[in-house]
């Protein structure tokens, strides 16, 4: 759905089949990371953390989403967003694509900074009528703060 709302300009990249050198060769990037066993990574993100870790990410630009279940997983909503998120500026990256914490109820998540989250958390789960619109609006967003 993004890619479709983002029209023109957007190479496809499966994470599974990414490394470090297939991952450098861009200025923005949208990542996309479901949060799975109670606030990590799932298995494919985590196998290329260490080398993510090693990166210099200065320069470079981040849009995160992230699909997360509020309701089941209340005390670690869209956690791994987060994390990504702190591994991306810890190389020197710079994060874009923040969204407000409103409408959403949960009790915890790695990924808030103050009222924000540092990405779009989806809901897939409880607000599957909501993902179009916040996907639209984010796309908009985006394509004012990528440079
Ligand atoms: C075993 C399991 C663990 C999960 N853990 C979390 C979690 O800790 N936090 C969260 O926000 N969502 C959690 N979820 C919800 C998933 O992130 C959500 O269903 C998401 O849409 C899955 O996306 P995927 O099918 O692309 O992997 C979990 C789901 C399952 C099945």
Not at 18 to 36: C, E, H, R, S
Request: glycine share 10%; hydrophobic share 35%.
């Amino acid at each position: 759905m993004i890619v479709e709302h983002y029209g023109e300009g957007l190479t496809e990249l499966n994470v599974e089949e990414i490394n470090a050198k297939t991952f450098m060769q861009f200025d923005n990037y949208i990542l996309g990371v479901p949060t799975w066993f109670d606030g990590e990574l799932p298995n494919y993100w985590d196998e290329f953390m260490p080398d993510l870790e090693e990166l210099k990410l200065k320069g470079k630009t981040f849009a995160l989403f992230g699909a997360g279940d509020q309701k089941s997983y209340s005390e670690n909503f869209v956690d791994a967003m987060g994390i990504l998120a702190n591994t991306l500026e810890s190389g020197g990256g710079k994060l874009v694509g923040f969204t407000p914490n409103e409408g959403y109820t949960f009790e915890r998540s790695k990924a808030l900074r103050g009222h924000e989250f540092c990405g779009l958390p989806l809901d897939f789960e409880n607000q599957p009528r909501q993902i179009k619109s916040k996907i639209e609006a984010w796309v908009e967003q985006l394509k004012k703060e990528f440079k």
